[in-house]
């Protein structure tokens, strides 16, 4: 079984839900401590980004996969459809 935990917005909350043996860990936000948790314990991290910059610094952070976040209000399909071409 994989045990995924969401709406995680800090670090500490993360890290008390890794210990309980989560698999993943998605954000509705971009933190730098929240990778570097996730990071040290080999845990994939979902963070979300609502800009090419946000996606660019994610990856930077070791972030393999991101959440647009909010969707609806940086474009939807159309926003996604745009950023694919530099960030695969």
């Known amino acids: 079984m994989i045990i995924g935990v ?3 917005v800090d670090a500490e909350t993360a890290a008390l839900y890794i210990q309980n043996g989560t698999n993943f860990v998605v954000s ?3 933190k730098d ?3 570097v948790v996730c ?3 080999k845990i994939l991290w ?3 980004c609502g800009s090419v910059t946000e996606i660019s610094h994610a990856e930077e952070l070791g972030a393999e996969i991101v959440k647009i976040f909010p969707a609806s209000q940086v474009g ?3 926003f996604i459809a745009a950023v694919k071409g ?3």
């Open 6 to 8: 969401g709406s995680i």
């Open 28 to 30: 509705p936000v971009l």
């Open 33 to 35: 401590d929240m990778a």
């Open 39 to 41: 990071n040290r314990r």
């Open 46 to 48: 979902i963070p979300g």
């Open 76 to 78: 939807g399909p159309k």
């Open 86 to 88: 530099p960030c695969p």
